[in-house]
């Protein structure tokens, strides 16, 4: 039996049109990283996710990773073992979106109200130059992406290291 699995969580956000703005990745080992729009790097995003062994979303499968994978060019799903927390959710009854099933099971946001939709919103109005728009656009992926291990953990996919 091996250490503990190396896992990576991973969420974006996108304009109106599906164009990436954000990428963000969770790892509890690492910390958090986002790249924006235009300054996404491939071989920076390799290198943060070297050494993990599993992947982890919500309705990635269907969303996030195919848009990487179109627009940066780098097929995630080819290169890491791939987790959709969307269906070990549906798997416990609990639909929705992820702010729904966070809200379901106590899981704490302080960007609580903002959505996808609003998320398209601070885009543009960061577009216009206002600047606090990317700095809550940044805050509520980086709660996504942190709250995709809170979610994990609650739902038992994976167990907290203990650290000795």
Same mark, same amino acid.
């Given at each position: 039996?091996?250490?503990?699995?190396?896992?990576?969580?991973?969420?974006? +956000?996108?304009? *109106?049109?599906?164009?990436?703005?954000?990428?963000?990745? %969770?790892?509890?080992?690492?910390?958090?990283?986002?790249?924006?729009?235009?300054? %996404?790097?491939?071989?920076?995003?390799?290198?943060?996710?070297?050494?993990? +062994?599993?992947?982890?979303?919500?309705?990635?499968?269907? %969303?996030?990773?195919?848009?990487?994978?179109?627009?940066?060019?780098? *097929?995630?799903?080819?290169? %890491?073992?791939? /987790?959709?927390?969307?269906?070990?959710?549906?798997?416990?009854?609990?639909?929705?979106?992820?702010?729904?099933?966070?809200?379901?099971?106590?899981?704490?946001?302080?960007?609580?109200?903002?959505?996808?939709?609003?998320?398209? /919103?601070?885009?543009?109005?960061?577009? /216009?130059?206002?600047?606090?728009?990317?700095?809550?656009?940044?805050?509520?992926?980086?709660?996504?992406?942190?709250?995709?291990?809170?979610?994990?953990?609650?739902?038992?996919?994976?167990? /907290?290291?203990?650290?000795?």
């Amino acid at each position: 039996m091996g250490g503990p699995l190396i896992r990576a969580y991973i969420d974006i +956000e996108t304009d *109106e049109g599906r164009g990436l703005t954000v990428l963000g990745v %969770f790892r509890p080992d690492r910390g958090c990283r986002q790249w924006i729009r235009p300054n %996404f790097s491939r071989i920076d995003l390799l290198n943060y996710l070297s050494g993990v +062994e599993c992947l982890m979303s919500y309705n990635g499968a269907r %969303f996030d990773l195919p848009i990487v994978k179109d627009q940066l060019r780098v *097929e995630l799903e080819a290169m %890491f073992s791939h /987790r959709d927390l969307m269906l070990d959710c549906w798997a416990h009854n609990l639909k929705g979106g992820l702010k729904n099933v966070e809200r379901i099971l106590g899981i704490h946001r302080d960007t609580e109200g903002i959505d996808g939709l609003a998320a398209i /919103r601070l885009w543009n109005a960061y577009r /216009r130059g206002e600047a606090e728009a990317l700095e809550t656009l940044l805050r509520y992926n980086r709660e996504d992406v942190e709250n995709l291990e809170a979610l994990a953990l609650k739902l038992g996919v994976v167990t /907290r290291e203990v650290s000795l």
